[in-house]
């Protein structure tokens, strides 16, 4: 089975985000970058994928040079080569160029499987999967927990709200967005990340694939600070100074306890 | 000419999905504000019943979109469905409830159309008589307004609980049945019955206090001392996704977006940064206290009362805490 997943660096998730003073988007100079952790266990269950039924994974990953460091850790997990998409203004994409760019890269593949994670820890859309199926005239399905194989398709279970889930079959090649959360994801060995120096990652450049940025649909027109709704009594002090106060709010204020 | 809005709404086998409503009530809220018409339209097989509800609603028109193939919900059938539905109702909008079903088909619909949906939408204002809408970035830390530069059709998706179903103005609408051309060569995927995985032993819903806990215990060994904090109040424990995706507590007792919705007169959440897919399941909780070492954890936007700090030195002081007050 050849299976494509694509991938996205975004910074990681303990940053302390500060706003650009354009309000375009945040401070980006001094963050540290990693793989959008949703991605990282679609990744995940396309490496299984493989170790099941043989094949090829490929790492397709549109974004800056630094992009590279995320590309480098997916092949060192098990991933047998990539595609990195090197374009540094990616905030001027939106969703639909971005999944053109995927789209045009995997022209010449003709994966079996395309996988991706359910959505972006930095924007969020939750759209690129869906589009990117559109795109390629595929077939997909969303959160998905498990990957069968069945009469030469596939049969996989998609998760529903409030504790439904629902199986789905569809035929081969196909495009599915994976649920985080499903599977223990796997650590990059010595042995993978000494592989990894030798596999192969092709470089292309947006022109190349003949996708811009202009015209987008939609446009971010500022950024911000969330509003509060409500005004939080934060309580100081020593951790039992802290949790006296509060018990005290608790017992005579909102009157829980 | 395009104009008014369109709220497409939810139902399986002829149930609605209640954020629907909450979709239809928007629609009505930004005709209003920008000066146009709502309407709403109802998908599926036999929907005559639903979209009668429907009829008695402050709404321009009501479409019945019928069809053998939309019996069970399928992306291809939605989404050539709803192209056809697009093209003759010709709105300048198109807003749904941001559902799982819709996070399946409406990125499609919108890149058919060459358009691309703002998803997940929590507010909106209108500037110069556009709308601009709100969403969220960074899991809730921070937020972006974003415009549509494409003209319409426009497509958007609203998050649970940011709309008011109770403003829903009532009225008369004509019901318009639309049968839409769809063929079974068209829907490649093939949808089998849906299913739970166990019984619920733990009706969370039912608790008056809850105490809930996130990735910020770290492990599953911390679990205990969240625990005694949840017996010093009487109160059930629960979680966020991951504690319950890891196994450190069981799935029934998780808390948001794909577990269960509660409101409980006090939600304690320790450690829970507050991702949209768990405030989702709580936000409507009475009383919400967060114990979190992150000043700009989104929990503490919604929290009544909050400490900033390490939980693993905060909560056995709380505990104590609560039991001195409890004997007293």
């Known amino acids: 089975m050849k299976i494509v997943v694509a991938i996205k660096q975004v910074p990681a998730r303990d940053s302390q985000l500060r706003i650009a003073s354009s309000a375009k988007w945040i401070e980006d100079a001094d963050l540290s970058y990693e793989i959008n952790e949703p991605d990282a266990y679609a990744l995940e269950a396309g490496l299984q994928l493989k170790e099941k039924h043989g094949g090829e994974v490929i790492a397709l990953c549109a974004g800056p040079a630094r992009a590279a460091q995320t590309i480098r850790e997916a092949l060192a997990k098990g991933a047998d080569r990539a595609i990195h998409i090197e374009e540094e203004e990616m905030g001027a994409y939106d969703p639909l160029a971005a999944s053109r760019l995927l789209a045009a890269a995997l022209k010449s593949e003709s994966p079996d499987l395309v996988l991706t994670g359910l959505q972006s820890d930095d924007l969020g859309y939750g759209q690129t999967g869906v589009i990117l199926a559109e795109l390629l005239g595929l077939p997909h399905a969303t959160i998905i927990m498990e990957v069968d194989t069945k009469d030469g398709g596939i049969r996989v279970k998609r998760e529903l709200e409030d504790g439904w889930f629902q199986h789905v079959e569809m035929p081969l090649p196909a495009l599915l967005t994976i649920q985080s959360g499903i599977s223990k994801l796997r650590y990059a060995t010595l042995m993978g990340i000494k592989k990894a120096k030798t596999k192969e990652i092709k470089r292309l450049a947006a022109s190349d694939l003949g996708v811009s940025s202009a015209n987008p649909s939609i446009t971010l027109d500022r950024v911000y600070a969330p509003e509060r709704t409500k005004q939080t009594q934060l309580f100081e002090g020593s951790p039992k100074e802290a949790a006296a106060q509060l018990v005290e709010k608790l017992k005579f204020e909102a009157r829980v306890i | ?328």
């Open chain 2, 1 to 328: 000419m395009s104009a008014g809005i369109l709220a497409v709404m939810e139902q399986r086998g002829g149930e609605w999905n209640r954020m629907s409503f909450e979709t239809l009530a928007a629609a009505q809220q930004l005709a209003g504000e920008l000066g146009t018409t709502a309407s709403a339209a109802v998908i599926g097989r036999g929907v005559a019943g639903l979209a009668g509800e429907l009829a008695s609603k402050q709404l321009d028109k009501v479409y019945a979109v019928e069809h053998d193939l939309l019996q069970d919900y399928t992306p291809d059938g939605y989404t050539a469905a709803l192209r056809q539905l697009v093209d003759r109702a010709q709105p300048q909008l198109v807003l749904f409830p941001h559902t799982y079903q819709v996070r399946d088909f409406l990125p499609k619909l919108a890149t058919a159309l060459g358009r691309v949906a703002i998803s997940d939408v929590v507010a909106h204002h209108v500037e110069s008589g556009q709308p601009v809408l709100v969403r969220q970035l960074f899991q809730g830390k921070i937020n972006v307004d974003v415009r549509f530069a494409a003209a319409a059709p426009n497509f958007a998706s609203l998050q649970a609980g940011a709309y008011r179903a109770d403003r829903l103005a009532d009225g008369t609408a004509p019901v318009e049945n639309f049968a839409p051309q769809i063929t079974s060569a068209d829907i490649r995927i093939k949808p089998l019955e849906l299913f739970r995985e166990s019984q619920r032993a733990v009706d969370l819903g039912a608790a008056e206090i809850i105490v809930s806990v996130g990735r910020g215990i770290k492990e599953a060994d911390n679990i205990p001392m969240v625990q005694q904090l949840a017996d010093a109040l009487g109160a059930e424990l629960a979680a966020s996704r991951p504690i319950c995706d890891a196994g450190w507590l069981p799935m029934e007792r998780q808390v948001g977006s794909s577990g269960q919705t509660v409101a409980p007169k006090m939600y304690l959440a320790v450690g829970i940064s507050g991702a949209i897919q768990h405030l989702v399941g709580m936000k409507g909780s009475r009383t919400v206290v967060a114990i979190n070492k992150d000043p700009n954890a989104p929990i503490f936007e919604i929290a009544d009362y909050g400490i900033v700090g390490d939980l693993f030195q905060v909560v056995p002081e709380l505990t104590e805490a609560v039991k001195k007050a409890r004997a007293s």
